[in-house]
Structures are given as structure tokens and as C-alpha cells.
């Protein structure tokens, strides 16, 4: 059990067009979601903490104008990459949590964006 | 802020050879993780300690936690090379509950 989806897995775009990546948790509700940002040979960081029906949590350094974020339902997140550029070109992790009370995370598979 | 460091960032180890990969974490946390994450893929979660003097094995790795150095250690016992991949660790931050990761330890099991 706790499996969550991405789609799309890669994705390649025109620079100054926007990008959406889905987060699905199939088998669990997940009330809250995160994103995550990874650079190639560096370490994820945490970009955003979404919790359903509210607005999202930006980290510092992060433009919430830039990467939208909705959390519509308790199985379902996604991220848009407005305007992407080719440094936005990164490998994007989300994961979902089952509730408050704990902080283990299931991960999906990731989606790679590539901005020309 | 919750910083964890982990090392060495890189690991050349023979097969069969025993080594230990060190993660530190700058604030109180009593919640680590452990995570293996293959080229071009995400993560795959290895361990999660919750409590201090937790010890997890999972065939050759093994995990422990230390809560009072604020310290985990991720210990290989006679490498295969298949265990060739990034590991993470990654420590909770006991108000918001989010993760922060390692810097990672890409390691490499030669033949």
C-alpha cells in the first residue's frame, strides 16, 4: 500500500510556457503533500507543503507566483510551473502523508522537466 | 533550522568490504530516515527510526540512531553491487513534521 503516482514522468517544453505535473496518492488519502526540487547530483529540496482545501506553504526562496500549487482533494495535488525557463529544468519528487500525526512520507516516481 | 550533513558525499568500496555512512543533524529530531535512490529515480525508503538506540537491518545494510549525538549511521557489511546507488537520510522537524535531507552519499561497489 501507499502508492503515489506522478504524471508526467518527463516532459520537455518551449521556454515561457507553463507546465502541469499531477500528484496522486492511489490508495491512501493523503491530507497533506509536499514537492520537492532536485537538481541533478544534489539533494532534494523541499519546495512546498500543501494540505488539502487550503493554500499552500512556500519554503523561503521558492515564488509562489511561479510554481502554483493545489491541493483539490485528499488524492490529488499538482504543481504548474508558469512561465518555466531553463533553469526550472529539474527533476520534480512529490510525496503525501496520511495525516498529522505522523511524518512518513511515500514518494512518487518523479516527474523530469526539461525546458528548452 | 533543522540542517543535516551526511559523509563522505562519495563512496568507492570493493565488493565484499565494510563500511559506515555518517549523518548528522544540527537540531533535536527524534525521527530519521533512510532512502536509496537509483540514477533517474526516485526514492526508495529503507528505514525509519524513531526512537533513541533504534538499530533496523535489512539484509547487508543497517541503520541506528543515536538521538543525544544527533547522529544515524547507515552501516554496509560485505558490499554487493548492487547496493551501488545515492543513499539519503533525512531527519523530521518535530513541529511541522517535514523532512530535511542529507546532502546524499553516491556510492559505488566495484567489482
Known amino acids: 500500500g501507499a502508492v503515489v503516482s506522478q504524471h508526467p514522468s518527463w516532459v520537455i517544453c518551449k521556454s515561457g510556457t507553463s507546465v502541469k505535473i499531477e500528484c496522486r496518492s492511489l490508495d491512501f488519502q493523503a491530507t497533506t503533500m509536499f514537492w520537492y526540487r532536485q537538481f541533478p547530483k544534489q539533494s532534494l529540496m523541499l519546495m512546498a507543503t500543501?494540505?488539502?482545501?487550503?493554500?499552500?506553504?512556500?519554503e523561503q526562496g521558492v515564488e509562489k507566483d511561479k510554481f502554483l500549487i493545489n491541493h483539490a482533494s485528499l488524492t490529488l495535488s499538482t504543481l504548474t510551473v508558469t512561465s518555466a525557463h531553463p533553469e526550472d529544468s529539474s527533476f520534480y519528487i512529490c510525496s503525501g502523508r496520511r495525516g498529522p500525526s505522523t511524518d512518513t512520507q511515500y514518494f512518487g516516481p518523479g516527474t523530469r522537466l526539461t525546458v528548452l | 533550522e533543522l540542517k543535516v550533513e551526511q559523509n563522505p558525499l562519495f563512496l568507492s568500496m570493493q565488493e565484499g568490504k565494510n563500511y559506515t555512512i555518517y549523518c548528522n543533524y544540527s537540531?533535536?529530531?527524534?525521527?530519521l530516515y533512510w532512502y536509496r535512490q537509483d540514477p533517474g529515480k526516485s526514492l526508495e525508503s529503507l528505514f525509519v527510526?524513531?526512537?533513541?538506540?533504534a538499530v533496523k537491518q535489512e539484509g547487508r545494510l543497517m541503520a541506528s540512531l543515536d538521538t543525544k549525538a544527533r547522529l544515524s549511521t547507515l552501516h554496509i557489511t560485505a558490499a554487493v553491487h548492487d547496493l551501488s546507488a545515492t543513499y539519503f537520510c533525512?531527519?523530521?522537524?518535530?513541529?511541522?513534521?517535514?523532512?530535511?535531507f542529507g546532502t546524499g552519499t553516491r556510492l559505488q561497489v566495484t567489482l
Open positions: 527510526l524513531l526512537s533513541n538506540g
Open positions: 533525512a531527519a523530521a522537524d518535530g513541529t511541522a513534521s517535514k523532512l530535511t
Open positions: 537540531t533535536t529530531s527524534d525521527r
Open positions: 500543501s494540505n488539502e482545501g487550503s493554500k499552500a506553504t512556500y
